[in-house]
């Protein structure tokens, strides 16, 4: 079986969660796996152009709310059109070389409902939710399979008239590593933070985009039973910016691939409120202070974790660090929101998908 694995580049996540799927599929025996980037690979300079613009949307985020929650009310008009063919020519490139016997997307790319095979077949087509809300750019009658997050958003796609049978309460995937027993003393050795304190954890995202965290450092670092840990993801700029500061008990990490194991040793962790970042969190459970979402998924995202008791989201800085404090001397609250995390997790969430996936394709074919 050929399994085609779509992704797109805005963000860490969909490429994590595309490489999660592959590693499942071919610990499964399933060796042709491809993953393809569609918007870097079909229009490579349109997509760093949007790219750029999707980190500006940190900045100023009433545009980026209005481009996606106005996008919702598109999907039903002509005008998606434009978008359905976004790297068409493309895809169908790519599957004319690979020939799958079905696609994946881990992104909303309508493109791939319009690719046909051999036999000028429709190819079967699964979604994967990265987020714990479905914009309306990721249904379509003719895809096959929507995999999910949470019960609640069955039962908001059973309102938009998407059959039962289609969803599958599965999780979003994240990598092993965040779900595997590590030995918490050896990190603490490892990191060399001490175990009398406390440590936060800023996850500032893959491309650095989070806020004043300068100025929450500091005022964190003042306090001597808290230990900070920083990563800055690729933003370089902010790694240097931190590393001179010269605190004492402040770490900086640029991007590295060991996160879990400083999710592992954290007390909480300020982040901002991406679909995977917030699944990895589950899988630890640590507790989260969401720094300023911003309106569209990461609002949604944010917005359901605060109702489920598993975070607390903060408008300005000033509220991140008056936070993090009550929450790092609050016991009870802590193990409140780990056990909220627990009953919200979904173990093996790639797993379930993969299974999935091959019992449904055995069923077509």
Known sequence: MNILITTAPFGNGHKMVATALKNAFINKGYSNVFVVDLFTESHPHITETIKKAYIKSYEFGEAYSLLYYGSEKLTDKKIIELYRNFGLNKLNEISKKVKPDIIINTF?????????????????????????YVHKLWLSEEIDKFYIATSELQEELKKLNVPI??????????????????????LYKKYNFKKTKKIVLINAGAFGVLKDIKKICVELC???????????????????????????NLKVFGFTESIHEL????????????????????????????????????????????????????????????????????????????????????????????????????KII
């Open 165 to 186: 049978e289609k969803t599958v309460v599965s999780g979003i995937p994240i990598r092993d590593a965040f779900e595997e027993m590590d030995n918490i003393n050896k």
């Open 108 to 132: 909303p790319i309508l493109a791939s409902l319009k690719v046909k095979n051999d036999n000028k077949e429709n190819i079967p087509v699964f979604n994967i939710v990265t987020d714990f």
């Open 263 to 362: 999710y592992k040793i954290s007390t909480c962790m300020i982040t901002k409120s991406g679909g995977i970042t917030l699944s990895e969190a589950l899988a630890v459970q640590i507790p989260l202070i969401i720094f300023k979402p911003v309106p569209g998924q990461e609002k949604e995202n944010a917005l359901y974790f605060e109702k489920k008791g598993a975070a607390i989201i903060a408008k300005n800085s000033n509220e991140v660090i008056n936070g993090t404090l009550e929450l790092i001397s609050n016991q009870t609250i802590l193990n409140a929101m780990r056990k909220n995390m627990k009953k919200m997790f979904n173990k093996s969430s790639t797993e379930i998908i993969v299974d999935d996936v091959v019992g449904s394709i055995k």
């Open 222 to 248: 003042q306090y001597n039973r808290i230990q900070v840990a920083v990563v800055c993801g690729n933003n370089h700029d902010l790694k240097l910016q931190l590393e001179s500061l010269k605190i004492k």
